[in-house]
Structure formats: structure tokens, C-alpha cells
T-cell receptor, first 113, second 114 residues
Framework: DGGITQSPKYLFRKEGQNVTLSCEQN?????MYWYRQDPGQGLRLIYY???????QKGDIAEGYSVSREKKESFPLTVTSAQKNPTAFYLCASSRQGGDTEAFFGQGTRLTVV | AQSVTQLDSQVPVFEEAPVELRCNYSSSVSVYLFWYVQYPNQGLQLLLK??????LVKGINGFEAEFNKSQTSFHLRKPSVHISDTAEYFC????????????FGAGTRLFVKA
């Protein structure tokens, strides 16, 4: 079955550590996105990529980094520079073209301990 | 720039009653419009979308939405809700040209009571 897989589902990080969230898709989509979800704030865009080896900052990119070395994969690293990383992180993908919806993974809940 | 306002953060409703979740958007360019649903601790899934044509759009699970260009609204409706409709609902817009970022509203939590 085609879809988007995020791992792990739950992740705990000590302060000062970098952690990497995995996102893999087998939908053959060109575009991939990372969102952060906090209660009452909807989804905020962290980074997005419309093609391999290229990505752009979203609205809240500070403290995060990404790579897009393969079409199927778009990992997100939450660095120690991110001051408030505890949140629910969602990865999504879509075909190129504006008339298509985004397909989402099941999310990763990151907690700083 | 685009923005999306969901007018109610929470909507409690009794089972089998009708419901309307309100969404207004702002954009200087033409946009596509979407409604997504999110069940607890899961990702989002598409309910319905408006691309063009008829302003009344039907989606999954008995939901429908009406695009009103003059009022820049895209309200979601269901004539009779079930307990299983309890979830968070997000309205979203995407500009038709010049980039395909999706902008989401803050979400409306629908709580269906028995």
C-alpha cells in the first residue's frame, strides 16, 4: 500500500541533544513538507521541498534542518537550538501542482525531558 | 499572503444533530480550498476539496462544504453527526499559482455527545 511512514511515533530528547525524525513516502510524490502542531495553533510549516536536493524554509525553520537526498525521504533534525521542541510533528507529501491535496503521515510526538 | 480563520475552536453537539464548522479565508490571489480531519494522535486526512465548478462540494463521511466567493468562506456541514465524527477539523487554502504551500487554520474540535 502506498503512503507516508513517520518514525518513531514517540520520541524523547534530553535538552541539548539533536534528534532526527524520519519520513518516507512511496507515493512517488515530488513535494514533501514538515509541519509542527501545537494545541490551538493549527499546523505551522517548518520546511518544504519540491524536488530532490532542494528545500526551502517555512514559517518556523529556526532550530530545524532537513535534507532531501532521495525523492522518497525527507528527514527532519530538531537541533539543540530549537528552544521549545516539544510538539507533534507531521510530515506530508503531494504531487506537484496546486490542485492536489497533501497526504500525511501518522506523526511523531517529540517530548523534551 | 493567505490566511485562514476558523471561527470556533470547539463545537459541542449532540449525536444526530446537524453541525456547521465555519471557515473564512483571506487571499489576494485565487486559491484552492480544503477540509481535513484529524483523529487523536494521527495525521490528517482529506475530507473534501474545492478546485472549481459547483460551489457545493461533497466529501467523505457525509460531509459537504459550500464555497462562497463574495464572503470568502468555506463552511463545512453535516446534517446528522455520529459519535465517530468526534475529531479536529482543519480548513486549508493553497494558492493556484506561484507555489503550492498549504496554509492551515487553527482547527475546530468537534465533540459529539450521546
Amino acid at each position: 500500500d502506498g503512503g507516508i511512514t513517520q518514525s518513531p511515533k514517540y520520541l524523547f530528547r534530553k535538552e541539548g541533544q539533536n534528534v532526527t525524525l524520519s519520513c518516507e513516502q512511496n507515493l512517488n510524490h515530488d513535494a514533501m513538507y514538515w509541519y509542527r502542531q501545537d494545541p490551538g495553533q493549527g499546523l505551522r510549516l517548518i520546511y518544504y521541498s519540491h524536488i530532490v536536493n532542494d528545500f526551502q524554509k517555512g514559517d518556523i525553520a529556526e532550530g530545524y534542518s532537513v535534507s532531501r537526498e532521495k525523492k522518497e525521504s525527507f528527514p527532519l533534525t530538531v537541533t539543540s537550538a530549537q528552544k521549545n521542541p516539544t510538539a507533534f510533528y507531521l510530515c506530508a507529501s503531494s504531487r506537484q501542482g496546486g490542485d492536489t491535496e497533501a497526504f500525511f503521515g501518522q506523526g511523531t510526538r517529540l517530548t523534551v525531558v | 499572503a493567505q490566511s485562514v480563520t476558523q471561527l470556533d475552536s470547539q463545537v459541542p453537539v449532540f449525536e444526530e444533530a446537524p453541525v456547521e464548522l465555519r471557515c473564512n479565508y483571506s487571499s489576494s490571489v485565487s486559491v484552492y480550498l480544503f477540509w481535513y480531519v484529524q483523529y487523536p494522535n494521527q495525521g490528517l486526512q482529506l475530507l473534501l476539496k474545492y478546485l472549481s465548478g459547483s460551489t457545493l462540494v461533497k466529501g467523505i463521511n457525509g460531509f459537504e462544504a459550500e464555497f462562497n466567493k463574495s464572503q470568502t468562506s468555506f463552511h463545512l456541514r453535516k446534517p446528522s453527526v455520529h459519535i465517530s465524527d468526534t475529531a479536529e477539523y482543519f480548513c486549508a487554502v493553497m494558492r493556484r499559482t506561484g507555489g503550492f504551500k498549504t496554509i492551515f487554520g487553527a482547527g475546530t474540535r468537534l465533540f459529539v455527545k450521546a
